[in-house]
């Protein structure tokens, strides 16, 4: 994880044990204080994962969606991994929402196909 590009400004690592998927979610806050959704599956998952960081990023521009917003996309951990760093939401985040925010990012995920 230490070869992401924001890796350094990375204050928080924490674990994130919620939600459907088998990706490994990790609650991470940065030096400036900022809430982020750090999320990685293995390399075999790269084209599933890159078409879904594509779909946010399209919806990104409606401000009226809540929605995290996609931040970054790219493979770690020397290549065996692919990452998607998103922001979280300002209220509703951490620990006991994330459910919701995967019920929502399948929603918009099913939606966009």
């Not at 990790?26 to 879904?52: F, H, N, P, Q, W």
Request: proline share 3%; glycine share 6%; hydrophobic share 35%.
């Amino acid at each position: 994880m230490n070869d992401i590009l924001q890796y350094k400004d990375f204050a928080k690592i924490e674990p994130v044990n919620k939600g459907w998927s088998n990706d490994k979610k990790y609650y991470i806050e940065t030096k400036a204080g900022e809430k982020l959704l750090l999320r990685v599956s293995d390399i075999s998952e790269y084209d599933k994962k890159k078409a879904e960081y594509e779909a946010v990023k399209r919806l990104d521009g409606f401000t009226d969606i809540l929605m995290s917003r996609p931040l970054d996309f790219g493979t770690c951990n020397d290549g065996k991994c692919v990452y998607m760093l998103s922001t979280g939401l300002r209220t509703i985040f951490y620990p006991q929402h994330l459910a919701y925010l995967t019920l929502l990012q399948r929603l918009l995920t099913v939606r966009m196909c």
